[in-house]
């Protein structure tokens, strides 16, 4: 099985600009969700999609937007970039099932960071 | 809201030594529990999980986890680490198989030889 892939692994932006940052799901899963890292910290939801609508969404401003596409993959965009947006981001898929959850397969990262 | 208690920020230890992360979250209902792990340089992966039977869990490399629903924790433990237990680990909660996981700030595991 393929896991979960993040492009690119390392972006560097400037303050005010915009970022695209994109996830293929691990094959079969149909749930993805995005979660922000910043340094010495724990991963902060920011928001998931199912079937490619967004269905649950964390403590982040409007500027952070999503989609996710027919084939599951996903993108991650941020507007008007700001100092405080620098943060490792991750990329979780997960197949939903009836039930008991299932584990989350999480990508490597995009290393992003505003200067 | 759920929130999630990680008690040690960084933790030292020989190698051979016990371990035992503290973790405690915050939430009346049905969770589940994960216990991930960030090598340098590498993406979370999965040690083990709970969602519900046997309160003591045991994962991968060695890691065991027990429930205790009376205190909401969950605490890791492994009882002999090695010097590649060094890494990040990081306790997580959520409602149900599509909601968000919720973590705590980490705890930093330094094995030393």
């Known amino acids: 099985e393929t896991g979960v892939t993040q492009s690119p692994t390392h972006l560097i932006k400037t303050r005010g600009q915009q970022v695209t940052l994109r996830c293929s799901s691990q094959?079969?899963?149909?749930?993805v969700s995005w979660y922000q890292q910043a340094l010495g910290q724990g991963p902060q939801f920011i928001f998931q999609y199912y079937r490619e609508e967004e269905n649950g969404r964390g403590n982040f401003p409007p500027r952070f937007s999503g989609l996710q596409f027919p084939n599951y993959s996903s993108e991650l965009n941020v507007n008007a970039l700001e100092l405080d947006d620098s943060a490792l981001y991750l990329c979780a898929s997960s197949e939903v099932r009836t039930g008991t959850g299932s584990g989350y397969t999480f990508g490597s990262g995009t290393r992003l960071t505003v200067v | 809201a759920q929130s999630v208690s990680q008690h040690n920020h960084h933790v030292i230890l020989s190698e051979a030594a016990s371990l035992e992360l503290g973790c405690n979250y915050s939430y009346g209902g049905t969770v589940n529990l994960f216990w991930y792990v960030q090598y340098p340089g590498q993406h979370l992966q999965l040690l083990l999980k709970y969602f519900s039977g046997d309160p003591l869990v045991k994962g991968i490399k060695g890691f065991e986890a027990e429930f205790i629903k009376s205190k909401f924790s969950f605490n890791l433990r492994k009882p002999s680490v090695q010097w590649s237990d060094t890494a990040e680990y990081f306790c997580a909660v959520n409602l149900s198989g599509n909601t968000p996981l919720v973590f705590g700030k980490g705890t930093r595991l330094s094995v030393i030889a």
């Open positions: 094959s079969g899963h149909n749930t």
